[in-house]
């Protein structure tokens, strides 16, 4: 009978070959593969228009007698002018 030499090693160290040849093929697949996708997608934000934003609208000027008459509601509301004194006061800074 004839006895096989580092049988269960051998089989051993061949699979760990085949195990570590398959997962650096697998990472180098997978590392081919992200370039790629990385390529691709610079070359389409280099094909595609600019996007620009609209500027925000300018605050519009501030007005005077709408100031005024916005200082007088809020001294209505909260109780500091009667009905009488801020129709009163909202009529002289109408100007009627």
Do not use: C, F, W
Request: charged share 15%.
């Amino acid at each position: 009978m004839m006895r096989r030499r580092g049988g269960l090693v051998r089989m051993a160290a061949t699979t760990a070959v085949v195990a570590g040849t398959a997962g650096a093929v697998s990472h180098h697949q997978q590392q081919k593969y992200a370039n790629q996708a990385a390529e691709q997608q610079a070359a389409a934000e280099a094909a595609a228009p600019p996007q620009y934003e609209a500027p925000a609208p300018a605050a519009p000027a501030e007005d005077p007698q709408m100031a005024q008459l916005q200082n007088l509601a809020q001294l209505h509301s909260q109780g500091i002018l009667s009905d009488e004194e801020y129709a009163a006061a909202k009529a002289k800074a109408l100007g009627i």
